[in-house]
């Protein structure tokens, strides 16, 4: 059953943002929160082929040292995450979630997120992670991956999260897109706030039909929305739509056959992802 809001924070400087993220998720959805923090590296002894390199003999204690000191590394890092852990569940509490649960785990991310799908609603995720501190207009290196390889709705944390007020939808008329209204349609996450569908195309009345249909959709779950037909570059566009209405969340369909794909493949998901300064729902 799917019922956590899932957070994945590693210790780095945006993790803040995505407990508040998360915190905020949680109570517009009326699901429990639980923080995960991955270990992707072993953190049991990993120089057994060492042996080889260092040589035997007079140089053996030198492979012993190497051992103790990366079992050292490892505990260090198991207890760094909690204590990661331990910051984000008091941050949590304090913003009003009743119940939270925290897990650490060993190995890949997308592996453990992958397992975590069944019971997760919404996984929320930082666009820097660890080693990106610092980087504007950067992502973390996995991050692609994990919207390629999630079929669950994605939340894209920016740094220093505010409460959205509003929304943009990027509405392309595609399969892809649709399946994004019904998402947004069918969750308490935006409703009673104001949100914007956004097409990008020909001014023509199969256009503005689509707009208008995908606009009742949301009206009748009681969702505020306005239409927006405009003309030009879709990305352009957008970002000067979200930039002159203060659009303060972007919601999208990865990965539709539509004009939107191409933004969502190869390196352009990671162009699309950095370039936004606001938070962004990715919805397969």
């Known amino acids: 059953m799917k019922e956590y809001v899932t957070a994945c924070i590693d210790g780095s400087a945006i993790s803040a943002s995505v407990c508040d993220t998360a915190a905020w998720a949680s ?3 009326g699901a429990p929160l639980k923080f995960i923090h991955v270990l992707e590296k072993p953190v049991g002894p990993a120089v057994e082929d060492l ?7 007079s140089r053996e204690h030198l492979l012993e040292e190497l051992i103790a000191l990366d079992e050292q590394r490892g505990k260090l890092a198991i207890e760094h995450g909690k ?73 894209v944390a920016v740094d220093d999260f505010l409460a959205p007020e509003n929304f943009l939808i990027a509405y392309d008329g ?23 569908i956004v ?22 779950t009681g969702h505020q929305v ?8 879709v990305v352009p566009v957008l970002e000067n739509f979200q930039k002159s209405h203060n659009i303060q969340l972007k919601v999208m369909g990865a990965y ?16 699309m992802i950095s370039s936004s300064p606001v938070p962004l729902l990715l919805l397969r």
């Open 83 to 155: 204590h990661i852990l331990a910051d984000a569940r008091e941050r949590a509490s304090k913003l009003g979630v009743e119940k939270i649960d925290t897990e650490q785990r060993h190995g890949g991310l997308l592996e453990s997120l992958t397992e975590y799908e069944e019971s997760t609603r919404l996984f929320i995720i930082g666009r820097l992670g660890a080693g990106h501190d610092g980087q504007l207009l950067s992502i973390g290196s996995q991050v692609e991956n994990l919207v390629r390889g999630i079929h669950t709705p994605i939340l």
């Open 27 to 29: 109570a517009r959805l």
């Open 256 to 271: 539709g056959h539509s004009r939107i794909r191409e933004f969502f493949v190869g390196s352009n998901t990671s162009k």
């Open 226 to 233: 306005e239409t927006h037909l405009l003309q030009g570059e």
């Open 51 to 57: 042996s080889g390199t260092i040589g035997l003999g």
């Open 174 to 196: 595609s399969e892809t897109a649709n399946k994004a209204i019904e998402r947004v349609a069918a969750s308490p996450l935006l409703k009673e706030i104001d949100g914007h």
């Open 199 to 220: 097409t990008v195309g020909a001014d023509n009345d199969d256009n503005r039909q689509r707009l208008q249909s995908a606009a009742k959709i949301l009206r009748d």
